[in-house]
Structure formats: structure tokens, C-alpha cells
């Protein structure tokens, strides 16, 4: 396992994941205490993870600027990757297209479908945009990183 800063960002294994089109499945605090976990479109723009999300959505009754958030993207099948970053979400209301979600849209999409289906958006539409900074990353691979707990029982090497 690796684990530290923002600097395993850099590792190809991350930047694989960082630009692919696997969501990133956010947790988060809803307002009773209890936890939440919502998959989202992101965008890495080399410092912050920026989500995305429509004006009226239940996350923004909860999330706040200032809220610390964990997130994960991974991938489904062995050998799995897996890059998992805890940071400090802020959160941005904005009207109109989030210019990250965008960006997003047309990697999950397609340039040409993600165009059309942001063209069909009011120009006006409420949006709010939600950066988090990486303060702390975990990077797995199961090739050379594996999970702490494996390493500890000397199941790999």
C-alpha cells in the first residue's frame, strides 16, 4: 500500500484512474449523523477532485464547505486499482454549467453526445461545484500495493 500526500497523484497507477471514466463514489455526512455514499462524475484538474451536482440535490442539504469527505475510484476486476483520497470539499453554487462537469461529461461521454447533452442544459441551470483537495491518498494496486492487513499476515510479499 501506498500511502501519503497528494504526491501519489503523480504515480501512473493514479493518473490512470484520474482520468478515467469510472465514477467517484463520494462519502460524505448527512445532516442526522448518519453516513452517505453517492457515485459522481469528476474532473481532475491537478489539484482538486471537482464534482458536480444539479441545484435542489439532497447531498447539498448536508454538504458543506469545510466538510471532510473521503472518495474512491476503482476499478472492478482483478487486478483491482484502487485510489482512495480524504480532503476538505468546498462547495460553490453556481448558475450555469459547471465548466469541470463539462470537462467530465465529455470523457464519461464522448465529445460529440457530451456537447448535445450539454447544449440541452437551460444556460441558467443550478449547479453547485464541489472541489476536494487531497490531503491524504491511498494508492493500491494489488501488483506491488496491496492492503496493509495482507502485508501484515505475510500473505503477500
Known amino acids: 500500500m501506498a500511502k501519503g500526500s497528494s504526491e501519489l497523484l503523480a504515480d501512473p ?3 490512470q ?12 455526512t448527512w445532516t442526522d449523523g448518519t453516513p452517505r455514499v453517492v457515485s459522481l462524475w469528476f474532473h481532475w484538474d491537478g489539484t482538486d477532485v471537482v464534482l458536480s451536482t444539479f ?7 448536508a454538504l458543506r464547505s469545510g466538510d471532510r469527505v ?12 484502487v485510489l482512495s483520497i480524504r480532503g476538505v470539499a468546498t462547495v460553490t453554487e453556481v448558475a450555469g454549467v459547471v465548466d469541470e462537469y463539462a ?3 465529455a470523457r464519461y461521454l464522448g465529445k ?10 437551460p444556460a441558467d441551470v443550478p449547479m453547485a461545484r464541489i472541489a476536494v483537495r ?11 500495493r496491496f492492503p496493509s492487513a495482507l502485508s501484515r499476515l505475510g500473505l503477500v510479499h
Not at 70 to 81: C, F, R, W
Not at 134 to 144: A, G, I, Q, Y
Open 13 to 15: 497507477v493514479a493518473q
Open 17 to 28: 484512474l484520474l482520468t478515467s471514466a469510472i465514477p467517484a463514489r463520494v462519502a460524505y
Open 55 to 61: 441545484g435542489g440535490a439532497p447531498k447539498l442539504k
Open 70 to 81: 473521503a472518495l474512491t475510484i476503482d476499478t472492478d476486476s482483478p487486478p483491482n486499482h
Open 103 to 105: 470537462q467530465a461529461a
Open 112 to 121: 460529440e453526445t457530451a456537447d448535445a447533452y450539454i447544449h440541452s442544459l
Open 134 to 144: 487531497p490531503d491524504e491518498v491511498v494508492l493500491l494496486d494489488f501488483e506491488t
